[in-house]
């Protein structure tokens, strides 16, 4: 067994201590799975919602010490961790009408009998957990998981083990059976046992690169579902949009909240040329200058916390100097924030118009500009990505959305909203290297469970009268 710990970003503390499991514990753990899915599967589905929910009414009653947790964890304010708990209940409630509506089971009567669609559980569901939403990301793969019939082997990302240890302790609070939902802790060898486990699908939140390997590991096992929520080189479009003061706040909250750190977050900025340009830049500015960045409970409340590590405060510091090291220009200054650890960072701006950058997301608070001369650049701008997480237009004219609404490449494309905003009752996801045409929040419900579709008649009769061809 290797020992780890997480570690405080903003303070450098140790928040929790353990040891990752060794290939044999996966192994152990997947079987255990394997054993509790018969019962899990085959129970009446108001069992497994009961189960569920006695875990929403225990996440609900630990709501204050887990969105601490979580704080502690991943260095976010704890304003953001208090809602990311409220999800994760409230998705509970989501997933059992998804299910209703997307997997259920229905009936048609046909000459025969009878027409039946039902829909059956994978199996074992490897979830791999991602650091920026600890709790709620992985939680949105589990749940609809568990109420399909499926049984789970969570590991939580070996950045926030704590709150996967509190999830655990959620699911035994709430009386699951044994076996149903098991907890792995670890790093890279601990996720790579566990998808040869025995896995039947895998639901993933995490970096495109891991994504592709994930498709490259599976190829020849096309019975191991795979669900890949990835991430995305995110395009904010802004066009005939008066007011640059409006614009600056939905630009702000697309590119900076969670410090960057979300998948949907706005990595670039389309504008025009010229003074509509500059004065979308300038109110950016002045609004991200503006900007409280501190510890998860100073006061006054901050809106910007730590990134993850020091270490990822490094890596996103250096991609922007790479840009600027090629060509790209400072709008605003980024660097290293004094307050107690190097994981703070200053947001930054670059503007990198006529710079080849690399097509990759940089996972942290700085936007890169682009400007264009019309509207079709800034289209054909937006679609020049490999990725299609999500995309966005702030602009005063509605024929400009239904333009953009039509050609850009996404699963979730916003309109004068921020590029982040996206509801638990709607599908998640991308296309691209920002997923496999699997989106999760709502339509979770599909990649958990398989469609059945049988013809049945209630007794044996003879259907010689269907059969042409017969001799008399």
């Known amino acids: 067994m290797t020992p780890f710990k997480s570690i405080d970003p903003a303070t450098g503390e140790t928040v929790w201590e353990g040891a990752a499991a060794s290939p044999a514990e996966v192994q152990a753990a997947a079987d255990r799975a394997r054993a509790a899915f018969p019962d899990w599967a085959d129970r009446p589905r108001q069992d497994r919602i009961d ?23 991943t260095g976010k304010a704890l304003w953001e961790t208090t809602a990311e708990l409220a999800a994760m209940a409230g998705k509970v409630d989501i997933s059992i009408r998804a299910y209703d509506e997307r997997t259920g089971e229905r009936t048609a ?26 709790g709620h990301l992985p939680n949105g793969h589990i749940v609809p998981a568990l109420l399909a019939g499926d049984t789970v082997v969570f590991k939580p990302s070996e950045e926030t083990p704590l709150i996967g240890q509190l999830m655990s302790d959620a699911f035994e609070a709430a009386d699951l059976p044994a076996g149903v939902v098991n907890v792995v802790q670890g790093g890279r060898d601990t996720g790579a046992a566990l998808l040869d ?41 802004v066009w005939d949009a008066a007011d640059a003061a409006a614009v600056a706040g939905i630009v702000v909250q ?3 909240v969670t410090t960057g750190q979300r998948c949907s977050c706005a990595r670039r900025l389309i504008i025009p040329e010229g003074p509509r340009g ?24 901050p809106y910007m916390g730590s990134l993850i590590s020091a270490r990822a405060a490094d890596t996103v510091l250096g991609q922007a100097a790479d840009r600027c090291n090629a060509g790209a220009r400072v709008l605003m200054t980024f660097g290293h924030l004094d307050i107690e ?29 682009r400007r264009v001369g019309s509207f079709d650049a800034a289209i054909a701008e937006a679609n020049n990505t490999r990725y299609g997480l999500s995309a966005g237009l702030v602009s005063d004219d509605p024929a400009n959305w239904e333009r953009f609404i039509r050609r850009i490449r996404a699963g979730v494309v916003n309109f004068n909203r921020p590029t982040t905003g996206a509801a638990g009752d709607m599908p998640f996801g991308g296309l691209g290297a920002s997923g496999n045409h699997r989106p999760s929040a709502y339509y979770a419900a599909d990649y958990c469970a398989y469609p059945v579709a049988s013809f049945e008649a209630g007794s044996v009769k003879n259907i010689e009268g269907e059969i042409k061809g017969l001799l008399p």
């Open 51 to 73: 189960a569920v929910k006695r875990y929403q009414a225990v996440l609900k009653d630990r709501a204050p010490q887990m969105a601490e947790a979580i704080s502690r964890e």
């Open 109 to 134: 009567d046909t000459a025969f009998g009878h027409a039946t669609l039902r829909h059956r559980p994978h199996g074992v569901a490897a979830v791999l957990g991602p650091f920026n939403f600890p």
């Open 197 to 237: 486990a025995g896995i039947d699908a895998l639901m993933f939140t995490g970096s495109g690169a891991a994504g592709a390997h994930f498709r490259r590991k599976f190829a020849d096992d096309p019975h191991v579902i795979l669900a890949l929520e990835l991430g995305g080189n995110n395009p904010l479009v």
């Open 254 to 256: 697309s590119a900076f």
């Open 278 to 301: 500059d004065a979308v830049i300038e109110a950016v500015i002045a609004l991200t200058h503006r900007l409280i960045i501190g510890r998860w409970n100073s006061d006054p409340e």
């Open 341 to 369: 650890s190097e994981a703070f960072v200053l947001p930054g701006i670059i503007d990198t118009t006529g710079v080849e950058v690399p097509d990759e997301e940089i996972f942290g608070p700085i936007l890169q500009v």
